[in-house]
């Protein structure tokens, strides 16, 4: 899950175009991943087959294709895999 809004939190951020966030999603995840857009600056991203780090670094790299092609952008993630997470709904 990605949260992304335009500007730095401490001079006054808005809400990211989504049409921007998701090119720069588009433009770094694989083309067997999956992504879409939750709500207004939510976004989720499923990477199949990717270790914990290497969704954190993929997270990093998002927000670096958001900064280098639309200026600064504040960006949340929460990461979670399976099975390190949980193996179920319940043992969440």
């Known amino acids: 899950m990605l949260q992304i809004t335009q500007g730095l939190p401490d001079t006054g951020s808005r809400r990211a175009d989504p049409r921007v966030v998701a090119d720069a999603i588009s433009e770094t995840v694989r083309d067997s991943d999956i992504a879409c857009r939750l709500g207004d600056g939510t976004f989720g991203v499923i990477l199949e087959d990717t270790p914990e780090n290497g ?38």
Not at 63 to 75: I, W
């Open 55 to 92: 969704a954190v670094w993929t997270v990093e790299r998002i927000r670096r294709n958001l900064v280098s092609s639309s200026g600064h952008h504040t960006l949340w993630a929460g990461v979670a895999c399976y099975p390190a997470h949980a193996f179920d709904a319940r043992s969440s």
